[in-house]
T-cell receptor, first 115, second 110 residues
């Protein structure tokens, strides 16, 4: 099966600019997640979607980050305006549902550098 | 608060078994233990998970202590491709809301 697709692979922007990341989950996976991974740390969940509804966005900095999954399939994550501390890898993951027997499948991420 | 404790790093030789420990002394009765690994420049990859019993799959074995306060991921014969960061995660009712710690960096020597 095709894996989770993310683009772009790399992005370099200046602070205060905006940026968007795209994710296409595995076909049929109802749940989609965005994680942020700062260098040297483990991934941190930003937002979780179930189909096209938000399940958990408690750790999403809503003053600058937004995400949508309009048709319950692919998703975009946007940062506007970017700060230096947003430099990280943004990982998208998906799974069939929220049960423990449905492992997360991660994409290879978008590496964002804010200068 | 990752709620699990792992050594920062471990080393192994190729073709030898590797035992990666994880401490989760405050685990609740319904929390699963999940292991993921992350190879360089890739997203995390599922390895194995379990609740109470020891578990085996094609990638690894998971040994869970009887009191469930600790567990060990076992790679039976390490290869160079197993060099990665290994994350031990407690999965509560909100499975997708996995809280990753810093993991264990496994180095495999040829």
């Amino acid at each position: 099966e095709a894996g989770v697709a993310q683009s772009p692979r790399y992005k370099i922007i200046e602070k205060r600019q905006s940026v968007a990341f795209w994710c296409n989950p595995i076909s049929g996976h109802a749940t989609l997640y965005w994680y942020q991974q700062i260098l040297g740390q483990g991934p941190k969940l930003l937002i979780q979607f179930q189909n096209n509804g938000v399940v958990d966005d408690s750790q999403l900095p809503k003053d600058r980050f937004s995400a949508e999954r309009l048709k319950g399939v692919d998703s975009t994550l946007k940062i506007q305006p970017a700060k230096l501390e947003d430099s990280a890898v943004y990982l998208c993951a998906s799974n069939e549902g929220a049960g423990h027997n449905s492992p997360l499948h991660f994409g290879n991420g978008t590496r964002l550098t804010v200068t | 608060d990752a709620k699990t404790t792992q050594p920062n790093s471990m080393e192994s030789n190729e073709e030898e078994p590797v035992h990666l420990p994880c401490n989760h002394s405050t685990i609740s009765g319904t929390d699963y233990i999940h292991w993921y690994r992350q190879l360089p420049s890739q997203g995390p990859e599922y390895v194995i998970h379990g609740l109470t019993s020891n578990v085996n799959n094609r990638m690894a074995s998971l040994a869970i202590a009887e009191d469930r306060k600790s567990s060990t991921l076992i790679l039976h014969r390490a290869t160079l491709r197993d060099a990665a960061v290994y994350y031990c995660i407690r999965g509560g009712t909100s499975y997708g809301k996995l809280t990753f710690g810093q993991g264990t960096i496994l180095t495999v020597h040829p």
